[in-house]
């Protein structure tokens, strides 16, 4: 099968598109005919082993995995003996654990849904990991309707579904994306903008239940300002480009002493991508209350300049990348 593989910890010009053995399967995995692929600011971290943290879980020196990519859509297979529930033929959208940049895939059947009716291998490959986050994101803080909440990165991966799912929990939600995004996140249900290259987060003066950063790039003292004093401040990026060892997450990490110093509460997500938190997205994507934004689509061989995208920090949406 074809995919792309690389032999070190690197940038993208590492990535070589090859032709190696299809990945053995467990009794208990799952093989994915991948037809789609997305990448996010994971499989840049993946790929370049930075923050070096992030080592310890794939290797210290090389990594363990040469394969990359983790949100995928596709078509089941094979399954292990012991798979129950997912036969081949079976169309799945989640992750894998051996790279979905890749024709095939192995994965964890705990970690993969049905496909939602209607969409493309594309849109479902955008959902995993982005949305997921979102959801939890707002699960975490407990979004509810008549609540003000404010997403800063709102037009990247992760925020244009969490102002979508945050709208449709109905809450009332203020975007922060560049002013080449405003209309778009108007169109997913933002009520208010602000243009984060002309204002700052505080100039509009209001205050917001939840406030949910993904770009991980403003002081704490800057949320606080703009959470209520009962509101509650969601760190989900740590900035990817930013510290060695650790690379920004610390301050996620750090959340539970954080609040101990403020009015607002702050809390750190770490995602955690299960069937049932994909499955919950599922009827969002069926009725349309939710739709995958897709910015970029790249094919299997030119996946490197996915990622070259992807580091530039300013993605619309999703990137994805097609596997014919
Ligand atoms: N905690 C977790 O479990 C978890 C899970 C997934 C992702 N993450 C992290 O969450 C972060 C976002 O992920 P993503 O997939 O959404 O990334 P992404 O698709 O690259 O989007 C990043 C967004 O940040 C925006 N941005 C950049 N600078 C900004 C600023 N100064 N103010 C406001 N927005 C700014 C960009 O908006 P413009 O294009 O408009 O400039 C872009 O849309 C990353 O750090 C990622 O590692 C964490």
Known sequence: MRAIVRDTYGPAAGLHLREVSRPPIGGNDVLVRV????????????MTGRPLAVRLATGLRRPRVAGLGRD?????????????????????????????????????????????????????AAVPISAVTALQSLGVAGVS?????????????????????????????TAVCSGARAELV???????????????????GERYDVVVDTAGNRPLSLLRQVAGERGAIVLVGGGHARGRWLGGFQRQMAAPVL?????ARVLGVTARVDRQSIEELTPLL???????????????????????????????????????
């Open 286 to 324: 069926e009725s349309g209350a939710v739709t995958p934004v897709i910015g970029g689509t790249y094919a299997l061989a030119d996946a490197a300049a996915a990622l070259r995208e992807l580091e530039q920090g300013h993605p619309t949406g999703k990137i994805v990348v097609t596997i014919a």
């Open 72 to 124: 995928l859509a596709g078509v089941v297979a094979e399954v292990g003996a012991g798979v129950t529930g997912l036969r081949p033929g079976d169309e799945v959208y989640g992750t894998c654990e051996t790279g979905s940049l890749a024709e095939y895939a192995v994965a964890r059947p705990q970690r993969l849904a049905r496909k939602p009716a209607g969409l493309t291998f594309e849109q479902a």
């Open 259 to 263: 609040s101990l110093f403020g009015a």
């Open 35 to 46: 037809h789609a692929a997305a990448v996010d600011p994971g499989v840049w971290i993946f």
């Open 186 to 204: 108007r169109s997913l249900g933002a009520e208010h903008v602000i243009d984060y290259t002309r204002q700052e987060i505080t100039d509009r």
């Open 145 to 173: 309707a008549g609540q003000h909440v404010m997403i800063i990165g709102a037009g990247g991966g992760v925020g244009t579904y969490a102002v979508q799912l945050a709208r449709a929990s109905g809450a009332v939600v």
